[in-house]
T-cell receptor
Framework: DAKTTQPTSMDCAEGRAANLPCNHSTISGNEYVYWYRQIHSQGPQYIIHGLKNNETNEMASLIITEDRKSSTLILPHATLRDTAVYYCIVSQGAQKLVFGQGTRLTINP | DTEVTQTPKHLVMGMTNKKSLKCEQHMGHRAMYWYKQKAKKPPELMFVYSYEKLSINESVPSRFSPECPNSSLLNLHLHALQPEDSALYLC??????????????FGPGTRLTVT
């Protein structure tokens, strides 16, 4: 599975959009991009996934570049409860998820 | 019901003890997982069960013994653990779909301390 690179930490003001980048330059054609987050002392929570097209659900939007070498997770109106570690994972099958170090996102009031 | 439950929430055990962690889901998922998470580190996959059969073992030491007695239950039997095995143990479940593209649902974890 392709490796991912994410910034170690990011800050965002409450109410603003949080844009979390992820580089996955070695992604192959049949690999999905998954995003999970982990709020302190809780189990990881699935956010969204995509293969080629941009995706949106009630939690977030996922923008994947045309060459699929990078993606951005967008939380449209961040709240304090969105403070968490966000993991970008690239995997062909969803069974073997390899978590990287993730981005620690802090939402500030 | 989209919940994965894990018991106990906390466990303290000595190096000579035998204990078990339990995980349960009622979403009809046929894949279940054990992860280990050390403090300030990302979760690491340990085992995957697919249709109640062990499909992935990430070279986990034999002092950890998984068991999937039915499609809703997953156990992790612990024996002769070391202090460095202290961690948060996470269980997850998912459907089994060829080609990927589905989510894993995680439980809240069992925080294990080995003394």
């Amino acid at each position: 599975d392709a490796k991912t690179t994410q910034p170690t930490s990011m800050d965002c003001a409450e109410g603003r959009a949080a844009n979390l980048p992820c580089n996955h330059s070695t992604i192959s054609g049949n690999e999905y991009v998954y995003w999970y987050r982990q709020i302190h002392s809780q189990g990881p929570q699935y956010i969204i996934h995509g293969l080629k097209n941009n995706e949106t659900n009630e939690m977030a939007s996922l923008i994947i570049t045309e060459d699929r070498k990078s993606s951005t997770l967008i939380l449209p109106h961040a709240t304090l409860r969105d403070t968490a570690v966000y993991y970008c994972i690239v995997s062909q099958g969803a069974q073997k998820l390899v978590f990287g170090q993730g981005t620690r996102l802090t939402i500030n009031p | 019901d989209t919940e994965v439950t894990q018991t106990p929430k906390h466990l303290v055990m000595g190096m000579t003890n035998k204990k078990s962690l339990k995980c349960e889901q009622h979403m009809g998922h046929r894949a279940m997982y054990w992860y280990k998470q050390k403090a300030k580190k990302p979760p690491e996959l340990m085992f995957v069960y697919s249709y109640e059969k062990l499909s992935i073992n990430e070279s986990v030491p034999s002092r950890f013994s998984p068991e999937c007695p039915n499609s809703s239950l997953l156990n992790l039997h612990l024996h002769a653990l070391q202090p460095e095995d202290s961690a948060l143990y996470l269980c997850a479940s998912s459907p089994v779909v060829a080609g990927g593209g589905y989510e894993q649902y995680f439980g809240p974890g069992t925080r294990l301390t080995v003394t």
